[in-house]
């Protein structure tokens, strides 16, 4: 090995070469390190946590109010519908309330 390098540098470049083979590969083991510290492990996509969005809950919250009232509103005119025939079948006389004796 050459005085100044610890690779033997001089022993695979001619000397007028030895400052910029030495240069060289120093780059290069350092770009190889790098990679592989980066490379080292698989990438894991984390969440960033930010802070509400108003309008997106605002518009939530207003479609999901919407879908309650109008299932509360066709349960309510179901019943309504139940009651009116009940009471429709109770005029013409062809339901009774009063229990038949057998």
Same mark, same amino acid.
């Given at each position: ?5 610890? &690779?033997?540098?001089? %022993?695979? !470049?001619?000397? =007028?070469? !030895?400052? !910029? $083979?030495?240069? %060289?590969? =120093?780059?290069?083991? *350092? @770009? ?14 984390? $969440? ?7 309008? @997106?809950? *605002? ?8 879908? $309650? ?9 179901? /019943?309504? &519908?139940?009651? &009116?025939? !009940?009471?429709?079948?109770? /005029?013409?006389?062809? *339901?009774?309330?009063?229990?038949? /004796? /057998?």
């Amino acid at each position: 090995m050459a005085a100044g390098c610890s &690779r033997g540098c001089l %022993s695979d !470049f001619p000397n =007028s070469d !030895f400052i !910029f $083979a030495c240069a %060289s590969l =120093s780059l290069s083991v *350092i @770009k190889t390190l790098k990679t592989k510290k980066k490379m080292s492990g698989p990438r894991i996509a984390h $969440a960033t946590l930010k802070g509400p969005s108003v309008v @997106k809950e *605002i518009v939530i919250a207003i479609t999901l109010g919407l879908a $309650a009232g109008g299932v509360w509103k066709m349960h309510h005119w179901n /019943e309504q &519908r139940k009651t &009116r025939t !009940f009471y429709d079948l109770l /005029e013409k006389g062809e *339901i009774s309330v009063i229990a038949e /004796e /057998e």
